[in-house]
């Protein structure tokens, strides 16, 4: 075990060394760059472009560049970046996590990092927490950039579309990673090329690693559409279903469609009072009334589902169970419920989602900085591939961290705690209380305002005012509250009164579930080599102590009564809970992830066909594609695959392409596919299919473009909301069926993999269709 340690302790040795050596030779640069004028200095950044340009890499001008970017912030700001910056730096660069303590100036660090990347002029992507720290870093640090000829832009929320666009044209965009994540989802929906805002994720430098990656990973990124009301677009396409005759409507029993005859047609017309059903303004009635004809014609109760306490409960097939948590896509859940009677879920429909795991890793390069993620590194190293590298400070830390207080029970917890600070404000001693929650932080500020002490409560809601109280804590008799993660990303700075008085204490009011929020509140005192003293106040029924402390502690307690004592015993118990919550707090996002691994590759595979048809003009061909494979699946569903010779059902191929919407008259005869294989037949009928609809368009070709590309987008767009739904649902309902063999994961895997060919199958059948249907209709027109 020792040799373990001592390897990885060699390792990062080894990267601190060759950290080090770079620092070196970027302040060996100090002079020449000193010794330029402002415009030779900006000058510098056309010369590394025109070197990038020749064919060299970053890594290769990576040394000048932080030489450059460094003289400049000294010029800008009148801050000229220390060597363990310039290292953390480098170790960013190399698409890692900087780990650097409360006041070694992470913001400023990253500069040199940003401004080398930002050179290849496909923007990098600097992202914090809020849109205070945004809109504060990119003006404050924005000034090196400028003053280099770099853009800079802010994104946020309020923006229109062309300002988002505009900001991330930039070399640098500040923005936060809801904001971010949420901008690259919408570009996933825009229906034209124009309307996107992102143009590609090159490089990301995130401030506040672990909170952003690892802390607000647990929350997926979800777009919803407002409640679907379709509910009455259900009941009337149902009555219209349970109206119709025997000869208004033809089912195909293999491939289980249904569809309305010429005369079926001409009753909707009638019934709906309109001139044309298959024109595209009615693609969703179309829709509707086709669910409704399955629900009614094809969907039996009591085979495919059963009705149950006012709900449309699925029976699986293979086993006869029913499964509790499943539902039919596509809108046929609905169109049973109108069947039944039962009422119909008005809900709001998932658009899009994204995991931040899943979106961060779509990053060319991802790099980070924070004062705390060494205690997750074996998270980023098994999600992001990504190091922490611990930096060291640029003075030794002077703040003592005193072992914790311990107590029974909360009541004289409190007490003493409080007692502390009282003593600590006689003394001027500048005090920053820290609390896990809201409710906590309100406790304390109710026992402090009983003993008259001046104070502020700082509980995360105003990002502007917390900035300010959090760097006003520092002077004499300043006494603030805070819950753990308020003020993240500013400096509590010290006077020189409250320095000679002791520093910063910082009390925590219990230890937190993560050890690296607990290191976080520590981290706030004895910045820059500034003293300072940190110490916790414990009690055992404090709820991490109950869920994990176990019967050792328990006894203790039972002999000790009102007294406080420090106990390594307790300690250690306290370290080992924290342990276990990290360990299941992973467990909990690697799950999340694992779940949305299944969808990132359907999202890849969706985005990528979306994309094609959003960035050229003609669709032609895809309808071609969709053309071949609609016919490929009406083959296979008439093809006994026991029977080796004469195994396809002729007849059944002519029927089920006449669903497609084809006139018999110009569909496939019956003695021109006898006697054909499979593929044979499937190539021969899709020939002759899509020669039939290019002969009828291709005179109007140039006006039918627009008409292809909008079909086909609505069917993908619609047909894929509709699957992330039915993804979410079956999700949500995978852990309360029983599996034989499987576990939930696996059977989410393959289902949900079945689902999504069902889905591109539809999207095709669908597209192929309307693009028959409606060209008919015109023509005839």
């Given at each position: 075990m020792?040799?373990?340690?001592?390897?990885?302790?060699?390792?990062?040795?080894?990267?601190?060394?060759?950290?080090?050596?770079?620092?070196?030779?970027?302040i060996?640069?100090?002079?020449?760059?000193?010794?330029?004028?402002?415009?030779?200095?900006?000058?510098?950044?056309?010369?590394?472009?025109?070197?990038?340009?020749?064919?060299?890499?970053?890594?290769?001008?990576?040394?000048?560049?932080?030489?450059?970017?460094?003289?400049?912030?000294?010029?800008?700001?009148?801050?000229?970046?220390?060597?363990?910056?310039?290292?953390?730096?480098?170790?960013?660069?190399?698409?890692?996590?900087?780990?650097?303590?409360?006041?070694?100036?992470?913001?400023?660090?990253?500069?040199?990092?940003?401004?080398?990347?930002?050179?290849?002029?496909?923007?990098?992507?600097v992202?914090?927490?809020?849109?205070?720290?945004?809109?504060?870093?990119?003006?404050?640090?924005?000034?090196?950039?400028?003053?280099?000829?770099?853009?800079?832009?802010?994104?946020?929320?309020?923006?229109?579309?062309?300002?988002?666009?505009?900001?991330?044209?930039?070399?640098?965009?500040?923005?936060?990673?809801?904001?971010?994540?949420?901008?690259?989802?919408?570009d996933?929906?825009?229906?034209?090329?124009?309307?996107?805002?992102?143009?590609?994720?090159?490089?990301?430098?995130?401030?506040?690693?672990?909170?952003?990656?690892?802390?607000?990973?647990?929350?997926?990124?979800?777009?919803?559409?407002?409640?679907?009301?379709?509910?009455?677009?259900?009941?009337?396409?149902?009555?219209?279903?349970?109206?119709?005759?025997?000869?208004?409507?033809?089912?195909?029993?293999?491939?289980?469609?249904?569809m309305?005859?010429?005369?079926?047609?001409?009753?909707?017309?009638?019934?709906?009072?309109?001139?044309?059903?298959?024109?595209?303004?009615?693609?969703?009635?179309?829709?509707?009334?086709?669910?409704?004809?399955?629900?009614?014609?094809?969907?039996?109760?009591?085979?495919?589902?059963?009705?149950?306490?006012?709900?449309?409960?699925?029976?699986d097939?293979?086993?006869?169970?029913?499964?509790?948590?499943?539902?039919?896509?596509?809108g046929?859940?609905?169109?049973?419920?109108?069947?039944?009677?039962?009422?119909?879920?008005?809900?709001?429909?998932?658009?899009?989602?994204?995991?931040?795991?899943?979106?961060?890793?779509?990053?060319?390069?991802?790099?980070?900085?924070?004062?705390?993620?060494?205690?997750?590194?074996?998270?980023?190293?098994?999600?992001?591939?990504?190091?922490?590298?611990?930096?060291?400070?640029?003075?030794?830390?002077?703040?003592?961290?005193?072992?914790?207080?311990?107590?029974?029970?909360?009541?004289?917890?409190?007490?003493?705690?409080?007692?502390?600070?009282?003593?600590?404000?006689?003394?001027?001693?500048p005090?920053?209380?820290?609390?896990?929650?809201?409710?906590?932080?309100?406790?304390?500020?109710?026992?402090?305002?009983?003993?008259?002490?001046?104070?502020?409560?700082?509980?995360?809601?105003?990002?502007?005012?917390?900035?300010?109280?959090?760097?006003?804590?520092?002077?004499?008799?300043?006494?603030?509250?805070?819950?753990?993660?308020?003020?993240?990303?500013?400096?509590?700075?010290?006077?020189?009164?409250?320095?000679?008085?002791?520093?910063?204490?910082?009390?925590?009011s219990?230890?937190?579930?993560?050890?690296?929020?607990?290191?976080?509140?520590?981290?706030?005192?004895?910045?820059?080599?500034?003293?300072?003293?940190?110490?916790?106040?414990?009690?055992?029924?404090?709820?991490?102590?109950?869920?994990?402390?176990?019967?050792?502690?328990?006894?203790?307690?039972?002999?000790?009564g009102d007294?406080?004592?420090?106990?390594?015993?307790?300690?250690?118990?306290?370290?080992?809970?924290?342990?276990?919550?990290?360990?299941?707090?992973?467990?909990?996002?690697?799950?999340?992830?694992?779940?949305?691994?299944?969808?990132?590759k359907?999202?890849?595979?969706?985005?990528?066909?979306?994309?094609?048809?959003?960035?050229?003009?003609?669709?032609?061909?895809?309808?071609?594609?969709?053309?071949?494979?609609?016919?490929?699946?009406?083959?296979?569903?008439?093809?006994?695959?026991?029977?080796?010779?004469?195994?396809?059902?002729?007849?059944?191929?002519?029927?089920?392409?006449?669903?497609?919407?084809?006139?018999?008259?110009?569909?496939?005869?019956?003695?021109?596919?006898?006697?054909?294989?499979?593929?044979?037949?499937?190539?021969?009928?899709?020939d002759?299919?899509?020669?039939?609809?290019?002969?009828?368009?291709?005179?109007?070709?140039?006006?039918f473009t627009?008409?292809?590309?909008?079909?086909?987008?609505?069917?993908?767009?619609?047909?894929?909301?509709?699957?992330?739904?039915?993804?979410?649902?079956?999700?949500?309902?995978?852990?309360?069926?029983?599996?034989?063999?499987?576990?939930?994961?696996?059977?989410?895997?393959?289902?949900?993999y079945?689902?999504?060919?069902?889905?591109?199958?539809?999207?095709?059948?669908?597209?192929?269709?309307?693009?028959?249907?409606?060209?008919?209709?015109?023509?005839?027109?």
């Open positions: 020792a040799n373990v340690f001592e390897r990885l302790f060699s390792g990062e040795k080894k990267i601190l060394h060759g950290l080090e050596k770079t620092a070196d030779a970027v060996a640069l100090a002079d020449k760059m000193a010794a330029m004028s402002d415009d030779e200095l900006k000058q510098q950044t056309q010369i590394f472009r025109d070197r990038l340009a020749n064919g060299e890499t970053l890594d290769d001008i990576q040394v000048e560049a932080f030489a450059v970017a460094r003289e400049a912030a000294k010029r800008t700001i009148g801050e000229f970046p220390y060597k363990v910056q310039i290292m953390g730096a480098a170790a960013m660069h190399g698409g890692d996590i900087a780990e650097m303590k409360t006041g070694e100036g992470k913001t400023l660090t990253s500069t040199m990092c940003v401004y080398l990347n930002a050179l290849e002029g496909k923007g990098v992507h992202i914090t927490v809020n849109d205070y720290l945004a809109g504060r870093d990119a003006e404050w640090m924005g000034q090196i950039y400028r003053f280099l000829g770099l853009s800079v832009g802010v994104n946020s929320r309020p923006l229109t579309p062309s300002e988002k666009r505009a900001a991330y044209e930039c070399d640098v965009t500040y923005t936060t990673n809801s904001e971010l994540g949420f901008d690259y989802l919408r996933n929906m825009v229906t034209d090329v124009k309307d996107r805002v992102l143009r590609g994720l090159h490089v990301a430098i995130v401030d506040e690693v672990d909170s952003i990656l690892i802390d607000e990973s647990r929350t997926p990124l979800i777009i919803s559409g407002g409640a679907k009301k379709t509910a009455n677009l259900y009941l009337q396409a149902d009555a219209f279903a349970k109206s119709l005759k025997g000869d208004d409507y033809e089912i195909d029993e293999k491939t289980r469609q249904i309305l005859t010429e005369k079926g047609v001409a009753t909707a017309e009638r019934r709906f009072k309109i001139k044309n059903l298959y024109d595209i303004e009615h693609t969703q009635l179309v829709h509707h009334i086709t669910q409704a004809l399955k629900a009614n014609y094809i969907m039996k109760n009591e085979v495919e589902y059963v009705v149950q306490d006012d709900e449309i409960v699925i029976v097939q293979f086993t006869g169970r029913t499964m509790p948590g499943r539902a039919y896509s596509d046929l859940h609905q169109a049973i419920e109108a069947k039944e009677g039962v009422s119909i879920k008005e809900e709001t429909s998932t658009l899009a989602t994204i995991t931040y795991q899943n979106f961060f890793r779509l990053y060319d390069k991802l790099a980070g900085m924070t004062g705390t993620a060494k205690t997750e590194e074996e998270e980023f190293l098994d999600i992001y591939n990504m190091r922490v590298i611990v930096i060291p400070t640029n003075r030794p830390v002077a703040r003592i961290d005193y072992p914790d207080a311990i107590f029974a029970n909360e009541r004289l917890k409190f007490n003493a705690l409080v007692e502390e600070v009282k003593e600590l404000y006689e003394k001027g001693q005090v920053l209380v820290g609390t896990i929650s809201v409710e906590k932080s309100e406790l304390v500020h109710q026992l402090l305002t009983k003993m008259h002490i001046p104070h502020e409560v700082l509980n995360a809601k105003n990002h502007a005012r917390e900035a300010d109280i959090i760097a006003k804590a520092g002077r004499v008799k300043s006494v603030t509250i805070a819950t753990n993660m308020a003020g993240r990303g500013t400096d509590i700075k010290l006077t020189e009164e409250s320095r000679a008085l002791g520093g910063l204490a910082v009390i925590g219990e230890r937190h579930e993560s050890r690296r929020i607990d290191n976080q509140l520590r981290g706030r005192s004895g910045r820059q080599g500034d003293p300072g003293f940190s110490r916790f106040y414990v009690s055992l029924k404090d709820e991490l102590m109950v869920r994990f402390g176990g019967e050792k502690v328990e006894k203790l307690f039972n002999a000790l007294q406080q004592i420090e106990s390594k015993m307790v300690t250690k118990s306290i370290s080992q809970a924290q342990k276990r919550v990290e360990g299941y707090n992973f467990d909990v996002r690697k799950q999340l992830l694992d779940y949305d691994d299944v969808l990132r359907q999202r890849e595979i969706m985005y990528e066909q979306r994309n094609y048809v959003l960035e050229n003009e003609d669709v032609h061909g895809v309808v071609h594609d969709m053309i071949d494979r609609v016919i490929q699946n009406v083959v296979e569903a008439n093809t006994d695959k026991n029977k080796r010779d004469d195994n396809v059902d002729y007849a059944g191929v002519i029927q089920g392409m006449e669903m497609l919407g084809l006139e018999p008259t110009e569909n496939v005869a019956l003695e021109e596919i006898r006697g054909k294989s499979t593929d044979e037949t499937a190539k021969y009928c899709a002759k299919i899509w020669n039939l609809y290019d002969g009828k368009v291709a005179d109007i070709r140039e006006q627009s008409f292809e590309r909008t079909i086909v987008l609505r069917n993908m767009d619609r047909n894929w909301i509709e699957h992330i739904d039915m993804m979410d649902k079956l999700r949500n309902g995978i852990h309360l069926r029983s599996y034989a063999q499987n576990n939930p994961l696996q059977a989410y895997i393959e289902e949900g079945e689902m999504f060919e069902d889905m591109m199958s539809r999207i095709a059948r669908e597209v192929v269709f309307f693009a028959l249907k409606v060209q008919i209709q015109r023509q005839n027109a």
